[in-house]
């Protein structure tokens, strides 16, 4: 039996406005949860949980979701670099101070 999953309330609340957002997109395009959840490959109740941003659905269900709805391509851009400002602050800071081009041994000026 798997352990239970107890996320912090900052990814609870993440899930729900993606769930909320996933939502709204399925009104928007006036689609019902029946199609959606054809199209996503799961079933409407697997939808609702969706829509509640329940953590125990796997990420899985939710890219179908958002592939069901034309909106698939956004999840690529979350972690992606470009995205990532901590990242490259780090990144940046752990840049050396100098740069220094080794010599080649043997030198013909040696002598």
Do not use: C, W
Not at 10 to 32: C, E, M, N, S
Not at 68 to 73: D, I, M, N, P
């Amino acid at each position: 039996m798997p352990t239970p999953h107890n996320p912090p309330a900052a990814v609870r609340r993440g899930l729900r406005k993606l769930g909320a957002d996933i939502h709204d997109a399925r009104r928007r395009r006036k689609l019902t949860m029946a199609v959606v959840a054809q199209r996503a490959f799961t079933s409407r109740s697997t939808l609702q949980r969706v829509k509640a941003g329940d953590t125990n659905v796997s990420i899985g269900i939710y890219a179908g979701a958002l592939q069901a709805l034309g909106l698939l391509e956004g999840l690529g851009q979350i972690a992606d670099i470009s995205n990532d400002i901590v990242g490259q602050a780090l990144a940046s800071a752990d840049l050396p101070k100098r740069v220094h081009l080794k010599r080649p041994t043997g030198s013909p000026h040696a002598g």
